[in-house]
């Protein structure tokens, strides 16, 4: 039951990091995008509507084009679906999760989310990525109180159903980069999963 209820981690990434990476197929059909040693199902793209495409036919979808300065990529969306994000517009700067997906030969999102946010969140970004690659090592045993203390706060807040990830960074005196590396290793190894996108609750 929880192991169906538990979702891939949506990666942060740039869209550019992310045309990089290795598209391993199954059948026809895109599984994943390899990068590096993580296996991307799912991403957290901050980034610009450069284009916006609604169809008036039978078929209904709607398409967007979005650029984060790295590179573009486009969301696709079909069907009802297509209400939830029918106010999204061209110009707005938006935090997208959701999954990845192909189709002749061109990789796209398939969204979950579509957020719109103030357009400083891509400079925000920016820094953060810029920050994790330039992270210097930090002692094993700093990584494991710090993989610890997550555990604790989320075990703590089961009764209110999880914790937001914003508020696990607020209380540990420690790079936020750090922070999510742990939260999205603790997410991989299924010690945590995430109902719904930046809510962690407890698997065990």
Same mark, same amino acid.
């Not at 069907?79 to 938006?94: A, L």
């Not at 914790?163 to 299924?190: H, V, Y």
């Given at each position: 039951?929880?192991?169906?209820?538990?979702?891939?981690?949506?990666?942060?990434?740039?869209?550019?990091?992310?045309?990089? +990476?290795?598209?391993?197929?199954?059948?026809? @059909?895109?599984? =994943?995008?390899?990068?590096?040693?993580?296996?991307?199902?799912?991403? &957290?793209?901050?980034?610009?509507?450069?284009? @916006?495409?609604?169809?008036?036919?039978?078929?209904?979808?709607? !398409? =967007?084009?979005?650029?984060?300065?790295?590179?573009?990529?486009?969301?696709?969306? =079909? +069907?009802?679906?297509?209400?939830? =994000?029918?106010?999204? #517009?061209?110009? &707005?700067?938006?935090?997208?999760? +959701? #999954?990845?997906?192909? !189709?002749?030969?061109? &990789?796209?999102?398939?969204?979950?989310?579509?957020?719109?946010?103030?357009?400083?969140?891509?400079?925000? @970004?920016?820094?953060?990525?810029?920050?994790?690659?330039?992270?210097?090592?930090?002692? %094993?045993?700093?990584?494991?109180?710090?993989?610890? @203390?997550?555990? /604790?706060?989320? %075990?703590?807040?089961?009764?209110?159903?999880?914790? /937001?990830?914003?508020?696990?960074?607020?209380?540990?005196?420690?790079?936020?980069?750090?922070?999510?590396? /742990?939260?999205?290793?603790?997410?991989?190894?299924?010690?945590?999963?995430?109902?719904?996108?930046?809510?962690?609750? !407890?698997?065990?």
């Amino acid at each position: 039951m929880l192991e169906a209820i538990k979702r891939q981690t949506a990666y942060k990434l740039r869209i550019g990091d992310l045309s990089k +990476g290795k598209s391993i197929m199954e059948e026809g @059909r895109l599984r =994943f995008v390899e990068l590096g040693d993580r296996q991307i199902y799912r991403v &957290n793209i901050i980034a610009n509507i450069i284009d @916006r495409y609604a169809s008036e036919g039978e078929k209904k979808y709607l !398409f =967007f084009t979005i650029d984060d300065a790295s590179g573009q990529i486009r969301l696709k969306i =079909f +069907g009802e679906d297509i209400e939830r =994000f029918k106010d999204i #517009t061209q110009g &707005n700067s938006v935090r997208v999760i +959701g #999954t990845i997906k192909a !189709f002749n030969n061109e &990789n796209y999102i398939s969204p979950e989310i579509i957020k719109v946010v103030d357009p400083r969140h891509l400079l925000v @970004r920016k820094l953060e990525l810029d920050m994790e690659k330039s992270q210097k090592p930090v002692d %094993k045993k700093e990584i494991i109180a710090i993989k610890d @203390r997550i555990i /604790e706060m989320v %075990k703590n807040a089961e009764s209110e159903g999880g914790l /937001e990830a914003d508020k696990i960074i607020m209380a540990i005196d420690t790079s936020p980069q750090i922070i999510n590396q /742990e939260i999205t290793r603790l997410l991989e190894e299924g010690v945590l999963y995430e109902p719904r996108p930046g809510k962690i609750r !407890f698997l065990g």
